[in-house]
């Protein structure tokens, strides 16, 4: 279903260069970004390409909910990570914050989010596409880099494939870690790079990453991605192979990480 953009949409921004460039394409289409930023990493490179950044902590949902209606949002975007160990912490949690996690049957991504979806259309807002300004950065299928995978390395990648869609099918996670056929680590609540440090780590040398949309990717929101980090991390623990699902997955500084990971002799692949 396509929709018509209003002049201004709101963005809730997390971590990362995403929101920035989500931001940016958006301003360059016309459209006026009030940004709320719950992230201190890129809130200096947002206020570039928003009209208004607004700085308020994930847990503070009555003064976003205030804010969003007082500047007349009707179209709200999310984009970039906001760690799920948040609601462990529950670092600046209001007393509206508090009363939705305690009517949560559960706390896993996809409920969390749609509980938030399901508050914002209450007061007139609805959340659109999160990929609507960035489709340009989604990995085409094939391998990227000059770096081919071993015909054993593509068997781990479609095994570990088949593995991260079946996570993905209970909402536990996106990323896993195989060697030799076998699973190594599946992605919880620590994210991808922790992930990949315990996989890898176990693994001792050679690990694929694999990393899938759900099965019902939900492109409102917790599109994959990965980047330069993500090589890093890989790098770092030895693992040799990162493969992400093809037109559903966003990659961060494209060529930053095929020239990383032809330097490094890292395979990366979108099937």
């Known amino acids: 279903m396509t929709i018509t953009l209003d002049s201004k949409i709101g963005l809730i921004a997390g971590n990362g260069q ?3 460039i989500w931001a940016k394409n958006a301003k360059l289409n016309g459209i006026e970004v009030i940004t709320i930023s719950l992230s201190a990493d890129n809130k200096k490179e947002l206020k570039k390409h928003s009209a208004k950044v607004f700085d308020f902590g994930p847990g503070e949902i009555q003064k976003i909910s205030d804010t969003l209606q007082n500047e007349g949002i009707k179209q709200l975007a999310f984009i970039g990570k906001v760690h799920k160990g948040l609601v462990l912490r529950r670092p600046r949690f209001d007393a509206r914050a508090i009363e939705l996690l305690k009517q949560a049957k559960r706390l ?6 749609l509980m938030a979806v399901a508050e914002l259309e209450k007061i007139g807002i609805t959340v659109i596409d999160q990929t609507i300004f960035i489709k340009e950065l989604m990995v085409p299928t094939g391998v990227l880099g000059k770096i081919k995978p071993t015909p054993e390395q593509e068997e781990d990648a479609r095994y570990g494939f088949w593995v991260a869609k079946a996570m993905g099918q209970v909402d536990i996670g996106q990323t896993v870690v ?3 056929k076998m699973v190594m680590a599946v992605e919880a609540i620590e ?4 992930c990949i ?3 890898a780590k176990i693994a001792k040398k050679g690990a694929v990453v694999v ?3 759900k099965p019902s990717q939900d492109l409102r929101f917790d599109v994959p991605a990965f980047g330069l980090a ?4 890989m790098k770092k623990h030895k693992a040799s192979v990162i493969a992400v699902e093809a037109n559903n997955t966003i990659i961060v500084d494209k060529a930053k990480v095929i020239e990383y990971a032809n330097a490094h002799n890292i395979v990366v692949m979108a099937i």
Not at 108 to 113: E, F, H, P, Q, R
């Open 197 to 199: 440090e315990r996989g």
């Open 211 to 213: 990393k899938t949309a």
């Open 108 to 113: 896993n991504d996809d409920a969390v989010m």
């Open 18 to 20: 995403l929101p920035i």
């Open 230 to 233: 993500t090589l890093k991390m």
């Open 178 to 180: 195989i060697k030799n």
């Open 191 to 194: 994210g991808t790079d922790k």
